[in-house]
């Protein structure tokens, strides 16, 4: 995909099948579904670790989530990961799945509760054969509790943990995200998880099973509103997209319709504002001398910074506050992102080769996080349904049992 004219290009990068990154000969056995198992893996997979998805003949359910036909969210959250089809509902494919974990570091499900007992994938029998496994269990509510049982989406926790209510405005409903936020969360809390216990069974040869519940991530990041309620007796209410911590903090419209967003969140950068709007009397103003001061008067302040950046387009607006060392950003889409120079020279966003695609290249995020010594690789582009059968299973049947499986349906693909 070259940038739309003007814009820059996003540096483009192939998959290196030699690339090895430092969880070099973690084999991750995945049968999750849908996006947190998936996130989570994919940041396994992205330092070097050898993630084998375990798919059912129809495959993840990530895969139906296509735009014009192309599988975007399946192609961007497994790159690096082999995909081995198995119909677990049968019992050999389930003896399959127990000899993959016998031999791996970890297993990572998303299962409701009881169904991998039911399919003879029990926890306690894993450890009992491989006692160095790690077994991540992602569900929506837990393992244990009078939820467990329930099903469970991102959607729900979303609303369940209290974000819905204090997100959108005070006069409209609460408002779930437009995005896989509790999938997310819990998907980058369990794979910081899976690697202390990866590290503690290294160290010591003992496996554990991680209780990941949706749910939990969720209320975790909300904090302190739980204290903040116990001390006060009062409810964070919706504010759009003011802080009830600082101000000023908002999202302001420019003269040309862009929107900008700015925030002064330590005394310092306030008086820095107030200056660079040719404010400096509002320092001393006792309206909004202090923090106290100036979220009892948000309004009046709000209205002061609002008519100044109405006032100017927002490149100006953007020009002269980094001039003047004042917090503030633009509001960007996907498309802004696209062309934007920040992204592309920072590698934020990356192409890589895509028959696909329209143009043959699919943009998709860098490596996240970074690491000096250890950055993470493009080993490969996500699979095909069933794409490694052969390669993952010779190797543990045999190519007789192999063939004798594929015919008789249990291994798919």
Request: hydrophobic letters at 40%; proline letters at 7%.
């Amino acid at each position: 995909m070259s940038a739309p004219a003007g814009g820059p290009s996003l540096h483009r990068r192939r998959f290196d099948p030699g690339a090895r990154g430092a969880l070099d000969g973690v084999r991750v056995v995945d049968l999750s579904r849908l996006v947190a198992g998936n996130l989570l893996t994919k940041v396994l997979a992205d330092h070097g670790a050898e993630v084998v998805k375990v798919e059912p003949p129809e495959g993840d359910s990530l895969r139906a989530w296509k735009v014009q036909g192309v599988e975007t969210s399946w192609k961007t959250w497994c790159r690096n990961k082999r995909s081995v089809c198995l119909d677990l509902r049968r019992a050999e494919a389930q003896a399959i799945v127990r000899r993959l974990a016998a031999g791996a570091a970890m297993l990572v499900e998303s299962f409701r509760p009881g169904v991998l007992e039911a399919m003879g994938l029990d926890p306690d029998a894993l450890l009992a054969a491989n006692p160095a496994l790690v077994v991540v269990r992602v569900s929506g509510w837990g393992q244990t509790g009078p939820y467990r049982h329930k099903p469970g989406f991102g959607t729900l926790v979303e609303g369940y943990s209290g974000f819905a209510a204090i997100n959108g405005f005070a006069d409209r409903e609460p408002v779930l995200p437009p995005m896989f936020l509790g999938d997310a969360y819990a998907g980058l809390y369990g794979s910081a998880a899976a690697l202390v216990a990866l590290r503690h069974a290294e160290a010591t040869g003992q496996g554990q099973v991680i209780d990941l519940s949706l749910f939990d991530p969720m209320l975790a990041v909300l904090e302190p509103q739980a204290a903040s309620y116990a001390v006060t007796g009062r409810l964070k209410q919706r504010t759009g997209s003011r802080s009830t911590n600082t101000a000023p903090r908002n999202a302001y419209r420019t003269k040309d319709g862009g929107w900008v967003c700015l925030s002064s969140s330590t005394q310092g950068m306030t008086e820095k504002l107030f200056r660079s709007i040719g404010r400096s009397d509002l320092i001393e103003d006792p309206r909004f001398r202090t923090n106290p001061d100036r979220l009892r008067n948000w309004e009046v302040l709000d209205g002061i910074v609002a008519g100044f950046v109405a006032a100017r387009s927002t490149a100006e607006n953007l020009a002269h506050f980094d001039a003047a060392g004042v917090t503030i950003g633009p509001i960007k889409d996907a498309a802004g992102l696209l062309e934007d120079p920040f992204v592309a020279e920072r590698e934020s966003l990356i192409e890589v080769p895509d028959s696909d695609m329209p143009g043959g290249w699919l943009p998709m995020h860098g490596e996240v996080p970074r690491l000096s010594a250890t950055p993470g690789i493009l080993a490969r582009p996500a699979p095909r349904l069933g794409e490694h059968n052969e390669e993952v299973l010779s190797p543990l049947l045999g190519p007789e049992e192999l063939a004798r499986l594929r015919e008789a349906g249990v291994i798919r693909g």
